[in-house]
Nanobody, 129 residues
């Protein structure tokens, strides 16, 4: 079965940067979208960014536009989330997830769609002085 593993989280000061990675355990047939989501304690899960994989389309939630960038390395089976100018409100567990259907062309950061069905375990990002 396919597994997704997030890494790269940690503690940074406001204004700092982190680069998260989402690695797939194996190659898959077809093209799948990878989404990034985050969830703070006691809060609902929020969509952050997405990318078609291999990348041809990206999308971002308004609160991270201009600060975050999603990219991919298909040969390494890895999707990245570069996070710059981090703010305390970015503190959360960050998850990556795969869309449920291949070759869809969809790239959504709507966490309520139920379309993302394979999820990693998450990596903690803490932004604090």
């Amino acid at each position: 079965q396919l597994q997704l593993v997030e890494s790269g989280g940690g503690l940074v000061q406001p204004g700092g940067s982190l680069r998260l990675s989402c690695a797939a355990s194996r190659l898959t047939v077809g093209y799948y979208t990878i989404g990034w989501f985050r969830q703070a304690p006691g809060k609902e899960r929020e969509g952050v960014a997405c990318i078609t994989y291999p990348g041809s389309r990206t999308n971002y939630v308004d609160s991270v536009k201009g600060r975050f960038a999603v990219s991919e390395d298909y040969n390494k089976r890895t999707v990245y989330l570069q996070m710059n100018s981090l703010k305390p409100e970015d503190t959360a567990v960050y998850y990556c997830a795969r869309g449920s259907t291949p070759n869809s062309g969809l790239c959504t950061v709507d966490a309520t769609t139920g379309w993302y069905q394979i999820w990693g375990q998450g990596t903690q990002v803490t932004v604090s002085s």
